[in-house]
């Protein structure tokens, strides 16, 4: 069974500084791995995901993310990060055979401070 | 391209009802999963829908049922509502529909049962 840990429930940060969020999965068999985020009453936005071929994978707005097969890890960065970001972020994996299943971890709640 | 719409996005339920949940998905997208969202549980995957025929399934009783019509459009029926059901219900529609596709996330339908 697939499972996916996020080591932080709540990150608190100063403005322009920055982050990681962090995610480690358990799976039996390779896995595409996902980073979401969600607003305030709202649904859930992809940020970026990894399918194969880079490790290193971004997004449009800054973030980056990096797969980590041996630690078995996909923590999230940004190099600076702006009071819009604060929002609930979700790491999740599905099984590449297992059609549209996503396995979500716990969810980190980044607060960015002026 | 209009998003995944969910109706109705509030509702409120007694113990013992029961309760349908509709979902939109975007255009042209033949898949339709269905998650729950619940500060305890987090967002747990419920179903998912392709083609009018079911793929996939959580670990949730048979009170949780589904369906998906001709024009993708699902519903996600709960009979019996109990307390703990109460929870935001989020629907994603992909395409083509692997599990590696992006999903796209409805703002949910937040049930609330007294």
């Known amino acids: 069974a697939q499972s996916v840990t996020q080591l932080d429930s709540q990150v608190p940060v100063f403005e322009e500084a920055p982050v990681e969020l962090r995610c480690n999965y358990s799976?039996?068999?390779?896995?595409?791995l996902f980073w979401y985020v969600q607003y305030p009453n709202q649904g859930l936005q992809l940020l970026l995901k990894y399918l194969s071929g880079s490790t290193l994978v971004e997004s449009i707005n800054g973030f980056e993310a990096e797969f980590n097969k041996s630690q078995t890890s996909f923590h999230l960065r940004k190099p600076s990060v702006h009071i819009s970001d604060t929002a609930e972020y979700f790491c999740?994996?599905?099984?590449?055979?297992?059609?549209?299943?996503?396995?979500f971890g716990a969810g980190t709640r980044l607060a960015v401070h002026p | 391209k209009a998003g995944v719409t969910q109706t109705p996005r509030y509702l409120i339920k007694t113990r013992g009802q029961q309760v349908t949940l509709s979902c939109s998905p975007i255009s042209g997208h033949r898949s339709v999963s269905w998650y729950q969202q619940t500060p305890g549980q987090g967002l747990q995957f419920l179903f998912e829908y392709f083609s009018e025929t079911q793929r996939n399934k959580g670990n949730f009783p048979g009170r949780f049922s589904g369906r998906q019509f001709s024009n993708s459009r699902s519903e996600m029926n709960v009979s019996t509502l109990e307390l703990g059901d109460s929870a935001l219900y989020l629907c994603?529609?992909?395409?083509?529909?692997?599990?590696?596709?992006?999903?796209?996330f409805g703002p949910g339908t937040r049930l609330t049962v007294l």
């Open positions: 799976s039996s068999v390779s896995v595409y």
């Open positions: 994603a529609s992909s395409s083509p529909a692997g599990s590696g596709d992006t999903q796209y």
């Open positions: 999740a994996v599905s099984d590449p055979g297992g059609y549209n299943k996503l396995i």
